[in-house]
């Protein structure tokens, strides 16, 4: 290893590990102390990231208070040094370290919410796609319907609440201050994260309607769809439901394109 | 003399402005945008940038190439780098004499480098290669830095002119960092601005900072400052007219804001070179087609 790369060794251990090393091959500062200086990078690098979540995690950050959000950057930070270029991605893995690290672990709504910022955070930009329009079924031939395999917008994220996570983000989002307690459900919810048109969209999905979206998100085909439906919860209806689910999901801009198979 | 195109006096793109900017007619010639900002599959950031991009000029700025890093090229970056550029067609493309990181970590600053002829081997042949893999000469931006590496072998601005002789790459002068660097390690940023080639800036960047007493760091959070105002003048009274430009990253106001400090660098150009040269180009003022 050439010197040059010795040195960005040491600068980058002084930042992430307070590794004094460096210091020794630093010249003296202008008016002042060459360690002050070298300390610049030290509390920049934290505070840089620190800010970079809280800007992606704005009601995470009103959730926990500004010194419980900085406490759970900072040990995240350290459990997780960037190693994407682009900032965007510094908090990719927060909700699950929240989910499993304690003591934030036995507060399932933090990681819950953090979850639910990121993946809006990331329908924000994810990649278009034409959507389908309920004025394009009707190019599907009546007999091809069962083996029609829909695709889904390509921002699309399904995750699970256990807890009201989504009723705190909806009291607080807008700088709200005051939130409904947490409390933990009978059952998990489904929550599907979206874009519609430019606007990062959610919602809480029945049982029935997350199992359909997730046998599609698997390449299903609709016949089949509507066999696991009435399965679920009755033949009789079975495609009506379905039909109505597939109704929703156009209007709502998750369905992108389709193939027969 | 600049070499390179004179589009007037501009403004940092940022997100909190589109809806203002779209709207209104703000009296700003081109935009810079972050260009990792846009590095993105879809949704509402290149569509805004698209429609930007019909009634402006852009040049693009990134923030993360880290051109001076010693960990392997990131070409996957280079290249969707490069497909932005062709996309939005920006008079340039820049980005800042520094690394990130190093072992695959990325620390999100600009982090200095010694002045040494093994680092000016290094970083010029980064250089190449980036110019290779973008199909467009590269310009190169001095960041604020707040130690320096005794090793070094020669000042920052005899370091960036020796790269622009080897690599013909340009250089984006932030004024700003100049007389932040310059305060923090006790040199007068009339050595910086005279050491450098006249015609190789293509751009100026003009900021404000915070003053700790004894060090001054780049936090970009504030109104350009007079020292900073007056180190414009005499860059433009050495490199004459170039695109100059507000840089904000930080405690962003609304555009109405900004505009003013835009209108205040236009006018200190037309005081230093009298109005017909600080009118920028008109064929430098055309928007993609």
Known sequence: MGRFAELQEMMQQAILAGDSRVLETLAPGGQEDKAVLLEVYRSAYVLRLVEIIGNDHPVLKAYLGETNFNGLCRTFIKAHPSTNRNARWVSQGLADFAAMTPPWAEHAEMGEIAWLERALGNAFDAANSQVVGLEDLGSIAADDWPSVVFGLHPSLALGKFTTNAGDIWTALKDGGEDHPPVATLDEPQAVAVWREGLTSKWRVLPPEEAMLLRAMHDGVPFGVLCEMAAAFAGGDTAAVRTAGYLQGWIGGGLLAGWTTI | ?289
Request: overall charge negative; hydrophobic content about 40%; aromatic content about 8%.
């Open chain 2, 1 to 289: 003399m600049s070499r390179h195109p004179f589009l007037g006096f501009g403004l940092g793109l940022r997100s909190q402005h589109y809806r203002d900017i779209l709207d209104g007619e703000p009296a700003v010639d081109w935009f810079e945008v972050i260009s990792e900002n846009y590095m993105a599959d879809g949704g509402q950031p290149l569509v805004m940038l698209e429609r930007i991009r019909e009634r402006f000029p852009i040049v693009m700025h990134g923030v993360s190439m880290s051109i001076a890093s010693t960990a392997d090229p990131d070409l996957d970056y280079l290249k969707r780098l490069r497909a932005l550029a062709d996309r939005f067609e920006p008079a340039w493309v820049s980005d800042h004499l520094c690394w990130t990181g190093v072992h695959g970590v990325n620390l999100h600053d600009l982090l200095p480098i010694p002045y040494t002829r093994e680092g000016l081997d290094h970083v010029a042949s980064r250089i190449h290669l980036v110019q290779e893999v973008l199909g467009r000469e590269m310009v190169i931006e001095n960041v604020s830095t707040y130690v320096q590496f005794a090793e070094s072998e020669m000042q920052e601005w005899e370091f960036l002119a020796e790269l622009t002789r080897r690599t013909g790459c340009s250089l984006l002068f932030d004024v700003n960092n100049v007389y932040v660097s310059a305060f923090n390690h006790g040199y007068d940023p009339m050595d910086f601005l005279n050491g450098i080639p006249a015609d190789s800036v293509a751009q100026f960047h003009l900021a404000g900072h915070s003053d700790m007493g004894t060090y001054k760091i780049d936090t970009h959070d504030h109104p350009v400052p007079d020292e900073v105002w007056s180190l414009y003048a005499d860059a433009l009274r050495r490199f004459g007219p170039v695109s100059a430009m507000i840089e904000r990253d930080d405690n962003i106001p609304p555009l109405a804001e900004l505009v003013p400090e835009v209108e205040r660098a236009r006018s200190i150009a037309v005081d230093v070179l009298g109005r017909e040269m600080a009118t920028p180009e008109r064929s430098s003022l055309q928007a993609a087609e």
